[in-house]
């Protein structure tokens, strides 16, 4: 037997996908996986607070999480680009750079700071070359 899919029944399947794969986000699960982990890197010191405060955090989180309330997965990185796209045209290009880290013959971003130490400053260096000015009269 030859079945032929069509858009429509690939567009439909894509996003029975997705939904299954929504909901398996949103599951009480991977919530409690999730807190798992995150009560380990409490445990650990590894999360930059004190163990009381990371704690209460990680619960929160396992808590918005099984609300469907945690973005974990890319919010980050939308809410930065929006950002800059909010930004006048000529300051665009250093704003997204300072966020990707990507540098290029002309620009260099430096990262400085810490969650924990209260900050990351983030900050883009472009170097543009003038033209010598043009050499007016002689010189006296």
């Not at 974990?72 to 930004?87: D, F, I």
């Not at 170097?127 to 050499?135: E, N």
């Amino acid at each position: 037997m030859i079945r032929i899919h069509t858009p429509l029944a690939v567009a439909r399947l894509a996003t029975v996908a997705a939904l299954g794969a929504a909901s398996l986000l949103l599951s009480p699960a991977w919530a409690d996986s999730q807190y798992q982990q995150d009560r380990a890197n409490c445990m650990s010191g590894s999360s930059g607070q004190d163990r009381a405060t990371c704690m209460k955090e990680a619960a929160a989180a396992q808590h918005e999480r099984r609300q469907g309330g945690v973005d974990t997965y890319g919010g980050h990185s939308r809410n930065a680009v929006a950002r800059c796209e909010a930004m006048p045209a000529a300051d665009r290009a250093d704003c997204m750079a300072r966020i990707t880290g990507k540098t290029s013959t002309n620009r260099r971003v430096k990262t400085t700071g810490s969650v924990a130490g209260g900050g990351i400053l983030r900050e883009t260096t472009t170097t543009t070359v003038v033209p010598a000015p043009a050499a007016s009269g002689a010189m006296k």
